[in-house]
Antibody, heavy 120, light 109 residues
Framework: QLQLQESGPGLVKPSETLSLTCTVS??????????WGWIRQPPGKGLEWIGS???????YYNPSLKSRVTISVDTSKNQFSLKLSSVTAADTAVYYC????????????WGQGTLVTVSS | QSALTQPASVSGSPGQSITISCTGT?????????VSWYQQHPGKAPKLMIY???KRPSGVSNRFSGSKSGNTASLTISGLQAEDEADYYC?????????FGGGTKLTVL
């Protein structure tokens, strides 16, 4: 059974960089059938797609976050990562890592989510 | 890109049917048959209920169905059950990006 697990600091200071890693187990991140990505959800609000990466390193970002987002992949560790720079309180959210089926662009596996709070 | 438009809330009694709409534009919902729907219970990760507009993943009840007309996609839940009470989100491919709806809270009366 595929599992995705987010890890990283739960508290980040304003203007700093948020960094999270997603570890994939029970399957290979190098599959040609999937994108791997990040989705966030501010407390009490809706879902927002942040971006996705293919195992080859090709990336796709939300245009509204593109200038601050970097998603990378480490196939040797079966992990992918998110960096979001210059964070503000508006970036406080539960961050989910997720697997997207390429052909139908639908997320079939989600991590449990990790709350990241931006505060001094 | 702007979020897809969903009603903030819908409600229905057990056994009834409800429909949640999801309105986008010709750049997303209207251009691609790649709308998915997710169910989210409080404190849990979302769960895929519908993909490609109308297809159900294995294990999802056939009480859930999806459709699309023009720039609007719809999720219908028939034979409402108490466990269907949750938040529902639509999502569409938008050409090298993906956009979610604002979410709809379903209350089972």
């Amino acid at each position: 059974q595929l599992q995705l697990q987010e890890s990283g600091p739960g508290l980040v200071k304003p203007s700093e960089t948020l960094s999270l890693t997603c570890t994939v187990s029970g399957g290979s991140i190098s599959s040609s059938s999937y994108y791997w990505g990040w989705i966030r959800q501010p407390p009490g609000k809706g879902l927002e797609w942040i971006g996705s990466i293919y195992y080859s390193g090709s990336t796709y970002y939300n245009p509204s976050l593109k200038s601050r987002v970097t998603i990378s992949v480490d196939t040797s560790k079966n992990q992918f990562s998110l960096k979001l720079s210059s964070v503000t309180a508006a970036d406080t959210a539960v961050y989910y890592c997720a697997r997207t089926m390429i052909v139908v662009i639908a997320v079939d596996y989600w991590g449990q989510g990790t709350l990241v709070t931006v505060s001094s | 890109q702007s979020a897809l438009t969903q009603p903030a809330s819908v409600s229905g009694s057990p056994g009834q049917s409800i429909t949640i709409s999801c309105t986008g534009t010709s750049s997303d919902v209207g251009s691609y048959n790649l709308v998915s729907w997710y169910q989210q219970h409080p404190g849990k990760a979302p769960k895929l209920m519908i993909y490609e507009g109308s297809k159900r993943p294995s294990g999802v009840s056939n009480r859930f169905s999806g459709s699309k007309s023009g720039n609007t996609a719809s999720l219908t839940i028939s034979g409402l059950q108490a466990e269907d009470e949750a938040d529902y989100y639509c999502c569409s491919y938008a050409g090298s990006s993906t956009v979610f709806g604002g979410g709809t809270k379903l209350t089972v009366l």
